[in-house]
């Protein structure tokens, strides 16, 4: 209980940039409460006519996000339940997708299931070295279901088969950067900062409508993801119900 007291998101706005950023204990995993708030934060800078560029953040200096969180997963007891979950996630990506303005990841380290889906769901990741990406889930007998779309959409039908069906093995920045999901790629946390600093301010005094007319354009083909993330929710919430991946969970726990 402690540790989810400790959780937070928190949205700071300075001229014209609004950088919203989030924290777990546990290597900033994703329980349905930080959902939530991230999307409503999301929505809020989306509405707000100061805030000219957003930037995603997460706290700390290690993992940049490890995903859903393993408590909440064990705890699911019917596929509403499990639904309501996992549409947490859905609601998070079609924020980032429909905000007008373009959103900036700051991706400092690794990235797990969820995680990854977040640096997909941005549209500018910048990130250092050590920001390796897994997505884990059909170990768990889940599968990358909801963030599947946005994954796919960055990296290709291919590398999102790779990743999916090797749910065991790593890929370093590099790839994650020569596939599309990394912008940028830096050796350096101060030199990841400096770009993220330099890109949000050339936007924050760019075009607001310039830039949502673009954002229009690279998120073309997606009005159903509304409907078809919820879909891919419902498939996630039956799944997680399953004895394999409460013993798959409990493996990744003690590992």
């Known amino acids: 209980m402690s540790q989810e007291i ?16 989030f924290f777990h204990p546990r290597s900033n995993s994703l329980p349905a409460r930080i959902l939530e708030e991230l999307a409503q934060a999301v929505h809020s800078a989306g509405n707000d ?12 200096e290690k993992a940049f996000c490890a995903g859903a969180s393993f408590e909440e997963l064990t705890a699911i007891k019917n596929e509403q339940e499990g639904l309501n979950f996992f549409s947490g996630f859905a609601h998070v990506i079609n924020a980032l997708r429909t905000c007008p303005q373009l959103v900036i990841g700051r991706i400092h380290g690794k990235c797990v299931g969820g995680g990854v889906g977040l640096a997909a769901a941005v549209d500018y990741a ?6 390796d990406i897994r997505l884990s889930e059909l170990a768990l ?27 065991s093995m790593w890929r370093n920045g590099d790839w994650a950067r020569r596939k599309g999901l990394f912008a940028e790629l830096h050796p350096t946390v101060e030199g990841m900062d400096e770009s993220i600093a330099r890109l949000s301010y050339t936007l924050s005094h760019s075009s607001p409508r310039a830039m949502a ?26 799944l997680v119900l399953s004895d394999f991946t409460r013993q798959a969970i409990e493996k990744f726990k003690t590992a």
């Open 6 to 21: 400790n959780a937070y998101v928190k949205s700071e706005f300075h001229n014209g940039i609004t950088t919203i950023e």
């Open 49 to 60: 006519i100061e805030t000219k560029v957003i930037v995603l953040r997460s706290a700390g």
């Open 126 to 131: 910048i990130a250092v070295e050590g920001a």
């Open 141 to 167: 007998g889940i599968g990358p279901f909801v963030v599947g779309p946005a994954v796919e959409r960055k990296v290709g039908k291919s590398a999102f088969a790779q990743l999916s069906i090797d749910a």
């Open 213 to 238: 007319e673009l954002k229009k354009t690279l998120w073309e083909g997606t009005d159903h993801w509304d409907k078809l993330l919820i879909e891919r929710a419902a498939i996630s919430g039956r």
